[in-house]
């Protein structure tokens, strides 16, 4: 090793990916591999996190890793099972991966959770390989164990290669469709602007070879200058998970991207409400396998420097977040160090309102990217935290003043037991998810169904307006009822209605309607268009109404006002026009009637 590689810290990678689609297995394979390949210390494993060093891996890639070109210490894998744990995390400002592998089925290709991992990676501008996984699954592939990729791919018989190749093409359009120019990854020459695509298996362990090449490349070329660190400066690290650890009390899975923590140090981390000021007690690995037989589960050690995970035990870490900021206090002052945690802390706040539904989230990031989601839907905030689902954001939930907003938003979280009791009680809607945007899509769906459904109750509920015209020789009866025969020019008539007619624009109900008939039979409502008889209580033909009279079926203000302002665009055209014609008169003699 160089003088200079004890200032460059190992990448930190994350592998991200829709479900099922084989991070764990890639990960496995790359650990497992190592350890086949290599001798002790092959590969290190961290809490949260697998160290491979530079030997193993140009070990594993055979000549497409050639030791001498490197002077990064390795890789570092973050470990945490679903790619919301680790992608959304934050490190000062930016993602805490250096650097990630997106794994995608061949088959499937573009799926939500690789959607979503896209909109992650653009975001946070982080480099990535793109994993074209399970080509062994090509019909007629002939696998060849371990081996790079090309190859590989050039052994195979011309109909399983342009099966592959079609699948291939697929995926490297979507993502075209999403701005990402990509390519066969031995085809790109500028890994800045073009996203290479490996074909490979993490079953057959073909093509991890070239992953591990290309991820070394990308990370010597490219990111040297960030790896660059201070390696006995304050350690500075991202809590993955706050955990109760027997004998321990509340613990920190922390990843360590800068400086050097060791036991003892004074430390600020990152809280629900102010940040903790506590003092290292034990920094825990994983014993090796060898040991795995002895009792403790961990092995102490005195110092961690970055890249690297490790679990801290301190005092008082119950309010700790995931996704918050560690920093070491050595040699400034702890004051400085809080307004740090908190600037950042600050960076990452969540605009909330006064009215709004309640949001719950792993992680911090993952929070900062469900409310980037909300915003965009204009959905309100009302309380946005991370954490489970505890009763008292069934209570916060529960205080929201719109029906629509009585809902908690869960990513990715649990929802506490007495909680799930309090959700049935309280008239709280709860969605989860671990996609973003079917979380948001699935509360807009909800949304729109409640309203559509209250305005179908209120429209049962309304007065309609119609506007209809005594025919000429139609009178059957004078009154008691009044029995006349009427076109409805628009609009629909409902009997029991009420009816008024204009005179110089006064407005005067004449009665109420006590019958309709349609060609003699009894009907319960009249469409625009048709001719009926109406029984009308109240007035007398020759008196109030007369034959030619044009009537109304009278509106109570309130319903008026609901039906113009809130309705409009749920009723028929001749109704509107009904409606209009309505408030014309009305407000020729009131301008402000059922405003
Ligand atoms: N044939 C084949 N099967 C694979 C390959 N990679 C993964 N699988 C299988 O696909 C399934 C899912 O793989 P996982 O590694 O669990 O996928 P994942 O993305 O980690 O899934 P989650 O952790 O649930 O998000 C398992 O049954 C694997 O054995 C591959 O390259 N070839």
């Not at 390949?37 to 961290?46: C, L, M, R, W």
């Not at 991820?215 to 201070?230: H, Y």
């Not at 490790?310 to 400034?332: E, F, S, Y």
């Not at 008539?493 to 019958?515: C, I, M, T, Y």
């Amino acid at each position: 090793m160089s003088d200079q590689a004890h200032s460059l810290r190992t990448p930190i990678v994350a592998v991200l990916g829709h479900v099922d689609h084989g991070k764990t297995s890639l990960l496995d394979k790359i650990r497992g591999s190592a350890v086949s390949d290599g001798e002790a210390g092959a590969i290190t494993q961290h809490i949260g996190a697998t160290a491979v060093p530079l030997d193993t891996i140009s070990e594993m890639a055979g000549s497409l890793v050639q030791p001498s070109d490197f002077d990064l210490p390795g890789l570092l894998f973050i470990d945490t099972p679903g790619h919301h744990s680790f992608s959304t995390l934050r490190a000062r400002g930016g993602a805490l991966a250096d650097i990630a592998i997106l794994v995608v089925d061949v088959n499937d290709g573009f799926q939500p959770q690789t959607e979503e991992a896209i909109d992650i990676l653009q975001r946070t501008g982080t480099p990535f390989v793109v994993a074209a996984n399970k080509v062994d699954t090509t019909p007629g592939w002939n696998p060849v164990e371990d081996s790079p990729i090309k190859p590989s791919y050039d052994g195979q018989s011309d109909a399983a290669r342009s099966r592959l190749d079609e699948n291939l093409y697929e995926l490297i359009g979507q993502l075209s469709d999403r701005d990402f120019s990509a390519d066969f990854y031995w085809r790109v020459q500028n890994f800045r602007n073009n996203i290479g695509v490996v074909p490979c298996s993490a079953l057959t362990g073909e093509g991890v070879p070239d992953i591990l090449a290309v991820l070394m490349g990308l990370s010597q070329r490219f990111m040297k200058a960030e790896m660059e660190i201070d390696v006995e400066g304050p350690g500075e690290g991202t809590v993955l998970e706050v955990k109760d650890q027997q004998g321990f009390g509340a613990t920190l899975d922390v990843v360590v991207y800068d400086g050097i923590i060791r036991e003892g140090d004074t430390i600020v981390v990152g809280a629900s409400n102010e940040p903790i000021v506590t003092e290292v007690r034990a920094l825990l690995q994983p014993r090796p396998n060898a040991e795995i037989r002895v009792e403790k589960q961990f092995e102490q050690v005195d110092s961690v420097g970055a890249a690297a995970g490790v679990k801290i035990a301190a005092p008082d870490l119950d309010n700790a977040i995931a996704g918050a900021p560690v920093r070491v206090v050595r040699d400034r002052p702890e004051e400085d160090v809080v307004e740090e945690v908190k600037a950042e802390l600050a960076e990452i706040e969540v605009g909330t309102e006064e009215e709004g539904v309640v949001v719950k989230a792993d992680t911090l990031g993952s929070l900062e990217a469900m409310a980037n989601a909300l915003q965009e839907a204009e959905i309100p905030i009302l309380r946005a935290e991370v954490g489970d689902i505890a009763p008292r954001d069934v209570a916060v939930a529960g205080t929201a003043r719109e029906a629509e907003n009585k809902a908690i938003l869960g990513f990715n979280v649990d929802v506490l037991p007495n909680a799930e009791r309090e959700l049935e009680q309280a008239e709280v809607r709860l969605f989860s998810d671990d996609v973003i945007y079917q979380l948001v899509e699935e509360y807009d769906e909800y949304v729109e169904e409640m309203k559509r459904s209250q305005q179908e109750t209120i429209l049962d509920k309304i007065i309609r307006p119609a506007r209809f015209q005594i025919l000429q020789d139609h009178t059957f009866r004078q009154s008691d009822p009044a029995v006349v025969g009427v076109e409805i020019m628009s609009g629909t008539v409902k009997n029991n209605a009420n009816v008024a007619k204009f005179e110089n624009n006064e407005p005067d109900r004449v009665g109420q309607l006590s019958g309709i008939q349609l060609q003699g039979d009894d009907v319960s409502e009249a469409r625009a268009g048709q001719r009926v008889s109406l029984a009308i209580d109240g007035p007398t033909v020759g008196r109030q109404i007369e034959e030619g009279d044009e009537l109304w079926i009278d509106l109570p203000e309130k319903h008026a006002k609901i039906l113009e302002q809130e309705l409009s665009d749920e009723i028929p055209a001749d109704e509107l026009e009904a409606l209009s014609g309505y408030l014309n008169k009305r407000r020729k003699r009131d301008p402000f009637w059922g405003k």
